[in-house]
């Protein structure tokens, strides 16, 4: 047996085992007299759900993350830049607080404007959007995890992508992503081999 009862504060939900010879516990004080102006009915906001699909060429790598402070985009450019000299890339991120701007930076004007456009279309406060050229997410997503303001990272891939995004009265938050399309099948012991020999030729395996 559990009671149940609501913070009108914190929005959250408590439960305290009881036993089942024992009263119900009384409500604690600040409970009991909850101050006015609360909308103690209402636990949870009206929320609706988008798909906001990436907007990218086929030979393109995209990298989708959550982050926080103003100094993201510059700490990521350094990151990405450090890499390799030849990775040309893109990086923007929305700023969730104060102006609200879409901050961007990159070494590469098109890749740039690109990750800048798929940022303002999902428009999650503290989200970030990287773009590779000549380079993979395999070499970069160490360097990114790395920068101090990388919450976390929703994908990195080349595949055509769907972004779920939340969206609440406060603003929108991503959920997850749709990244490419469902398997066919199992690997049989001649996929494995393929598999290996596959990574054995771009230089992933002895």
Known sequence: ?????????????????????????????????????????????????????????????????????????????????????????????????????????????????LATRNALAIGAGHSFVILLRDGFPLNVLNPVRTVPEVCGIFCATANPVDVLVAVSDRGRGIIGVVDGEPPLGVETDADVADRRDLLRAIGYKL
Do not use: Y
């Not at 009991?32 to 906001?52: F, I, K, N």
């Open 1 to 113: 047996m559990f009671e149940s009862w609501v913070v009108h504060r914190t929005r959250r939900v408590l439960r305290r085992p009881l036993e089942a010879a024992s009263p119900p516990e009384p409500r604690p004080a600040a409970l009991a007299a909850p101050e006015p102006g609360w909308d103690h009915g209402r636990v949870t906001q009206t929320l609706s759900w988008e798909v906001v699909p990436v907007e990218k060429p086929d030979d393109l790598n995209v990298v989708i993350g959550q982050a926080h402070f103003i100094k993201t985009v510059d700490d990521l450019h350094e990151a990405l830049a450090g890499v390799s000299p030849t990775l040309r890339f893109g990086v923007a991120f929305c700023e969730a607080s104060g102006p609200r701007l879409v901050r961007h930076s990159g070494n590469d004007p098109e890749l740039v404007e």
